[in-house]
């Protein structure tokens, strides 16, 4: 039986969003004014404005909540609650695979393919990139912890449940173990905020790794990396599961096809203990009785994919994934990587991501996967851009129905700032801490205050 119980659509157009915005005359992409030059004797937040004495009041009663949870006074809980009016489980499927120069020492191909260098910026600042689109805090590392804490905490105050990481093996070869080695640093983000993982694989990686000598054949090469999964995530509490069993994705499969080379797979797995497989729409076959359920993605007929998914492949009694997706243009072509995707779906002013937002809706899936969060070579990211700002972001806490608003949002993009502008500073660092909390049990203007308090004081 399908999840029941009460969903709600997304009625309201992104233009609408847009025309909103502009009656007010507050753009979405918009930094909230902040009145916080030294010249001024006061802060305006809000609509509300702090004078000096309050903002230094606010940092002396944090520093005195510090020594209090230092000396054991205060005992500061864990985890991150988000009250959402619609029941439905959204997973943002996530890209591990950034690399930095502030970060890392060296820009990673995922922001340069062939030809770009993010060291080459234009006269506002704006770095040259390997995508049509630019993130709203520049290129960035996956193992940056700032960069974390960013990105998660906007999950959670958009209503979403829970990461799906792209992954390609436990081998270190290619920027591969770069991938598994930044998946695991988010673990304890993920714990702190009481999100749920779990892992999308890319089976393709077997016959790599038997091609560079590191597996006998594909289906050991399988077998090795879902033994490490086993081992090292499924152990996790936060794994994703699904009526007590692990839920795990395949990427197709599109290399190792044989039903009966999943069932020697499955092998690494204790009698009554496999997890639930979902692979790719229409793939389900190739891994025979090994499936549990399939999840829909992006393809260049856009809706009518859905529609046919929805007619074929949903089956009352398998796991269904709706997919939800801003649009796709990827860069492969102008940065080099080839053309493998002769086509295109536009963003249409944010519309196209209403629309199969709202289809899932209407279909029913039992979750829904956001393709993708952070996918800037294929343009299908949601998370804040130059070009839309929080604009998926809202629109997500609206279906959702979260407790949250997009004031939330800014905090901490403003907080994120604060932690890159104190870098090194350790004192304004523990402030900044205090301000995670404050975000966390969903006291954004405190939080807000204290960052505000750091700029100014700090």
Request: proline share 4%; with cysteine.
């Amino acid at each position: 039986m399908k999840n029941s119980g009460v969903f709600f659509m997304v009625v309201i157009s992104a233009a609408m969003v847009f025309q909103a915005c502009e009656k007010e005359n507050i753009p979405i992409v918009s930094t909230p004014t902040l009145v916080s030059g030294k010249q001024t004797d006061s802060v305006v937040l809000d609509t509300q404005v702090f004078s000096d004495s309050v903002l230094l009041a606010i940092l002396s009663e944090e520093k005195q909540l510090m020594r209090d949870i230092k000396a054991g006074r205060i005992v500061d809980v864990s985890g991150m609650h988000i009250e959402k009016q619609n029941p439905k489980k959204v997973y943002a499927h996530y890209m591990p695979w950034f690399q930095s120069q502030d970060y890392d020492g060296y820009w990673g191909q995922h922001w340069t393919m062939t030809n770009r260098n993010p060291n080459v910026m234009d006269s506002n600042g704006t770095r040259e990139i390997a995508s049509h689109f630019y993130p709203l805090i520049g290129p960035y590392s996956s193992a940056d912890p700032d960069l974390q804490e960013y990105h998660f905490l906007l999950m959670k105050q958009c209503g979403i449940d829970g990461v799906i990481f792209d992954w390609y093996g436990a081998r270190d070869f290619y920027d591969y173990g770069l991938i598994k080695q930044s998946t695991e640093t988010f673990m304890v983000r993920l714990d702190d905020l009481d999100m749920d993982f779990s892992i999308m694989y890319e089976d393709r990686v077997a016959q790599q790794a038997v091609a560079m000598g590191f597996a006998p054949d594909p289906v050991s090469a399988v077998q090795d990396d879902f033994r490490y999964m086993r081992d090292t995530y499924f152990i996790k509490d936060n794994f994703l599961t699904h009526n007590g069993n692990e839920m795990v994705f395949v990427f197709g499969p599109e290399h190792v096809i044989d039903s009966l080379e999943w069932n020697t797979i499955f092998d690494v797995f204790p009698s009554g203990a496999s997890p639930d497989l979902l692979t790719l729409w229409a793939a389900q076959g190739r891994v025979g009785a090994n499936a549990s359920g399939e999840f829909l993605w992006i393809a260049p007929d856009h809706l009518l994919a859905h529609d046919h998914y929805y007619a074929n492949y949903f089956q009352g009694s398998d796991i269904t994934f709706g997919s939800v997706y801003p649009g796709f243009e990827d860069y492969y072509q102008e940065g080099g990587w080839g053309n493998p995707h002769q086509w295109g779906i536009s963003d249409n002013g944010g519309n196209t991501f209403l629309e199969t937002l709202n289809y899932t809706h209407l279909e029913g899936a039992d979750f829904i996967q956001l393709a993708t969060w952070n996918d800037f070579g294929e343009g299908t990211m949601i998370e804040p851009t130059e070009e839309h700002g929080f604009l998926y972001l809202q629109l997500l806490q609206e279906y959702t129905g979260v407790n949250a608003t997009p004031q939330d949002l800014q905090t901490t993009l403003d907080l994120y700032r604060s932690r890159k502008q104190f870098q090194g500073n350790a004192r304004a660092q523990q402030f900044l801490d205090r301000s995670y909390h404050y975000i966390k049990n969903a006291n954004a203007i405190r939080a807000k205050q204290i960052v505000v308090a750091v700029d100014r004081f700090m």
